[in-house]
């Protein structure tokens, strides 16, 4: 059974950081490609961040500079570093792993992040 628990959501002044983390079980990890999205309320998902399974990363043009999206193939885990957050990034940020070829993606059920002003 294919699981995916995002942590390290919570409550930020705006300025500050965060580290979210999406541990995955059940899936081959190094073969999916690992997303970061996000839903704020009454918006739609809003795509943040890729850690491609070849090695590279792509970014959503609102957090380039301030988000770092990582991977630990060792311990199955994507990681998010969030920097210089605003009141703009408040929102539930879920975790998406995806492997085209197969036609798979597996959601996590999401950590909210809420940034203060």
């Known amino acids: 059974q294919v699981r995916l628990v995002e942590s390290g959501g919570g409550l930020v002044q705006a300025g500050g950081s965060l580290r979210l983390a999406c541990a995955a079980s059940g899936l081959t990890f190094t073969m999916y490609d690992m997303h970061w999205y996000r839903q704020a309320p009454g918006k739609g998902r809003e795509f943040v961040a890729v850690s491609w399974s070849g090695g590279s990363t792509s970014y959503a043009d609102s957090v380039k500079g301030r988000f770092t999206i990582s991977r630990d193939s060792a311990n199955r885990t994507v990681y998010l570093q969030m920097n210089s957050l605003e009141p703009e990034n408040t929102a539930t940020y879920c975790c998406?792993?995806?492997?085209?070829?197969?036609?798979?993606?597996?959601w996590g059920q999401g950590t909210q992040v809420t940034v203060s002003s």
């Open positions: 998406d792993a995806q492997q085209p070829l197969a036609m798979t993606d597996y």
